[in-house]
């Protein structure tokens, strides 16, 4: 059953205000990969303590870099289930995974950290992963 929404909504703000797309349906987020070229980076949000409460820094960090992704997408797992479901069709080779984020370039996966690669790590670790990712294909 979902989190209230008051409860996931601040967490929801943090990638939004980033420039990130969120994506609440399957159609949305098939609408939205479809007429999206270049580079996409997907967020899976989370509601996950240690992983989602280090994720959503990390990704606004990395967004500071001056190598940026033509686009920027979001879902929430475990809120917007139909959402999520659709976008991790877009994932393939990779298990469902929140959080986790995805640069896709030309529709195909080009750099993905899941959330073992996310746990445990600092935010600017994972920053600099995701810039390094930035800088080699954006």
Same mark, same amino acid.
């Given at each position: 059953?979902?989190?209230?929404?008051?409860?996931?909504?601040?967490? @929801?703000?943090?990638?939004?205000?980033?420039? =990130?797309?969120?994506? %609440?349906?399957? +159609?949305?987020?098939?609408q939205a990969?479809?007429?999206?070229?270049?580079?996409?980076?997907?967020?899976?949000?989370?509601?996950?303590?240690? !992983?989602? $409460?280090?994720? @959503?820094?990390?990704?606004s960090m990395?967004?500071?870099?001056?190598?940026?992704?033509?686009?920027?997408?979001?879902?929430?797992? $475990?809120?917007?289930? +139909?959402?999520?479901?659709?976008?991790? @069709?877009?994932?393939?080779?990779?298990?469902?995974? &929140?959080? &986790?984020?995805?640069?896709?370039? +030309?529709?195909?996966?080009? =750099?993905?950290?899941? %959330?073992?690669?996310?746990?445990? @790590? &600092?935010?600017?670790?994972?920053?600099?992963?995701?810039?390094? !990712? =930035?800088?080699?294909?954006?």
């Open positions: 059953m979902p989190y209230p929404e008051m409860m996931v909504a601040p967490m @929801r703000h943090e990638l939004v205000r980033e420039g =990130f797309q969120e994506l %609440r349906d399957s +159609e949305q987020v098939e990969m479809g007429a999206m070229d270049g580079t996409v980076l997907m967020a899976v949000n989370s509601v996950c303590g240690c !992983a989602a $409460g280090i994720f @959503r820094p990390a990704v990395a967004l500071e870099g001056e190598n940026q992704p033509d686009h920027k997408v979001t879902v929430f797992a $475990g809120q917007d289930i +139909e959402a999520t479901a659709a976008a991790r @069709r877009h994932l393939v080779g990779y298990p469902p995974s &929140s959080p &986790s984020i995805a640069l896709l370039k +030309e529709g195909d996966i080009v =750099f993905m950290l899941e %959330r073992h690669q996310i746990e445990g @790590r &600092s935010a600017p670790a994972i920053a600099t992963d995701l810039q390094a !990712a =930035f800088e080699e294909h954006c």
